[in-house]
């Protein structure tokens, strides 16, 4: 932090400082905050890689599984990774044929279609159904849990 004597802040409005001023409180505040956001993003950045690895490595273990959810314990650590997808109907008239009178039954009609839970457990395994689906997989969550 700065000396009493070497606190001077300048205030830019647009592209022109229009005036320095001494605080120094501010000039704490603003350095402990650089310091501050600049430790955050290492650590966002270190967290990322660990999710993906720990998110990777969790698909592989639930990957002949009907189950969406893990959770990995070591010592007194437990973590739960969930993952999940987004299903849409992108063919509404391909669906209805293919479900025929069940349609109603497994989606929700309104000015947009959406896919019951059913729907869309089923067309995880019916490749016949993802030709009338968009199917986006969600990003896994991670977090830690009790």
Do not use: H, Q
């Not at 205030?11 to 402990?32: M, Q, R, S, V, W």
């Not at 309104?110 to 067309?123: G, N, R």
């Amino acid at each position: 932090m700065s000396t009493t004597k070497d606190i001077k802040i300048g205030i830019k409005i647009g592209k022109k400082i229009i005036d320095t001023k001494k605080d120094k409180a501010l000039n704490d505040a603003l350095e402990c905050f650089v310091e501050v956001k600049r430790e955050i993003d290492y650590l966002n950045e270190k967290l990322k890689a660990s999710k993906e690895v720990i998110s990777t490595k969790s698909k592989d273990i639930l990957k002949n599984m009907d189950e969406t959810t893990v959770t990995l314990i070591t010592g007194d650590i437990n973590v739960k990774v969930s993952f999940g997808w987004d299903i849409n109907i992108s063919d509404e008239a391909t669906l209805t044929e293919l479900l025929g009178d069940r349609f109603d039954d497994l989606v929700t009609t309104k000015v947009s279609y959406t896919p019951t839970a059913k729907l869309k457990e089923m067309s995880l395994v019916d490749n016949g159904l993802k030709k009338c689906l968009t199917i986006k997989e969600k990003a896994p969550t991670v977090a830690i849990s009790k």
